[in-house]
């Protein structure tokens, strides 16, 4: 079955450390995104990609980053420079135009 | 950029209640989407909107498209336990390069049995 996958589920980290989240999918989507989401804040856009090796920062982007090497996969990468990393991240893909996104199931990512 | 306001923040109701909610923007949509979100799961789409005044069912949920094109609603018909969870409108406008989904913050809804 089609579908997209993040992995870990939990994360922990210690601070200072960076960490990619793994996120792949089957869905021959072409854009893929990552989201943050905190208590109250809805969900948060870090990087998107519209089509492979090109990749646009969203609104909160400092602190991250990301590749698109394969149609796939969009791995997103916590950095030390992110001052304050425990979230749930969120991953999603979805055919350009108008429809809607498939996500993925999160990775809770804890920096201690 | 582009702002959705979702209302109302939360909701607390009794099992067997109907439910509505919505989402206003300051910016017209070509797309109007609801999702529905699980604690420590993704958002699941529930009821995707691609036409000015279209209103669309799926199960006990109703979504409309305002004419506007500028906001839709979302009820829930005689709400379940399971139903709680967040829900969050999401409008897309894929006008030019941009095919990013702006989300509003999302409906925390509880049912008590």
């Known amino acids: 079955d089609g579908g997209i996958t993040q992995s870990p589920k939990y994360l922990f980290r210690k601070e200072g450390q960076n960490v990619t989240l793994s996120c792949e999918q089957n869905l021959n989507h072409d854009a893929m995104y990552w989201y943050r989401q905190d208590p109250g804040q809805g969900l948060r856009l870090i990087y998107y990609?519209?089509?492979?090796?090109?990749?646009q920062k969203g609104d909160i982007a400092e602190g991250y980053s990301v590749s698109r090497e394969k149609k796939e996969s969009f791995p997103l990468t916590v950095t030390s420079a992110q001052k304050n990393p425990t979230a749930f991240y969120l991953c999603a893909s979805g055919y350009r135009g108008n429809y809607g996104y498939t996500f993925g199931s999160g990775t809770r990512l804890t920096v201690v | 950029g582009q702002q959705l306001n979702q209302s109302p923040q939360s909701m607390f109701i009794q099992e067997g209640e109907d439910v509505s909610m919505n989402c206003t923007s300051s910016?017209?949509?070509?797309?109007w989407l609801w999702y529905k979100q699980d604690p420590g799961e993704g958002p699941v789409l529930l009821i995707a909107l691609y036409k000015a005044g279209e209103l669309t069912s799926n199960g006990r949920l109703t979504a409309q498209f305002g004419i506007t094109r500028k906001d839709s609603f979302l009820n829930i018909s005689a709400s379940i336990p399971s139903d709680v969870g967040i829900y969050f409108c999401a409008g897309k406008n894929s006008g030019g390069s941009n095919y990013k989904l702006t989300f509003g913050k999302g409906t925390l809804l509880t049912v008590n049995p």
């Open positions: 990609s519209q089509i492979v090796n090109d990749f």
């Open positions: 910016s017209i949509f070509n797309t």
